[in-house]
């Protein structure tokens, strides 16, 4: 059985829950030995929460981060932010969850013997969207950026000081 709305009526919009994904790195660069730290910006669709990292009911899909691609350099590592408790009708606890925009922090490691060039490096993020009356399909979306290895020496330009102002690791 197909269902098609009346002629002439247009098609109800594509659920959108994530609103979009932004790479802010700490510097435009690294060099070799050296690391780079950047967070991923998610930000969610009003109406819209995702599990946090660390879900409250073990049959909650987490959201998760995870490199695709490092071309060359070295995983550091992810950091993600506590979730937010909050109560939905559908659940008798409250459930750790992102609602609008949430930053997960990285690193990057260039090995000692890094060759200076522009690398692209591509980040999985995987998650799944609700609202507070039902849940979409797990979705994964790739998020790809570029890191400039520059030549030992080579002045970087300081990006994003606002999140970024803590010692250095």
Do not use: W
């Amino acid at each position: 059985l197909l269902l098609a709305s009346p002629a002439g009526a247009p098609a109800p919009p594509p659920v959108m829950p994530l609103k979009g994904t932004e790479v802010l790195a700490e510097s435009d660069g690294l060099r070799p030995g050296e690391a780079l730290r950047f967070a991923v910006k998610v930000t969610l669709s009003e109406g819209f929460h995702v599990n946090s990292h660390a879900p409250s009911e073990e049959y909650l899909i987490p959201t998760t981060l995870e490199f695709l691609s490092l071309e060359g350099l070295d995983d550091g590592g992810f950091d993600f932010p506590e979730g937010a408790k909050r109560k939905f009708p559908f659940s008798e606890n409250a459930l750790s969850v992102y609602e609008g925009s949430f930053l997960i922090r990285g690193v990057l490691k260039a090995p000692p013997d890094a060759t200076p060039a522009e690398r692209r490096v591509r980040l999985g993020l995987r998650y799944q969207a609700c609202t507070a009356q039902r849940c979409y399909p797990p979705k994964k979306e790739e998020i790809a950026f570029p890191v400039r290895i520059a030549p030992k020496g080579t002045p970087l330009r300081p990006l994003h000081p606002e999140l970024f102002a803590e010692t250095r690791p």
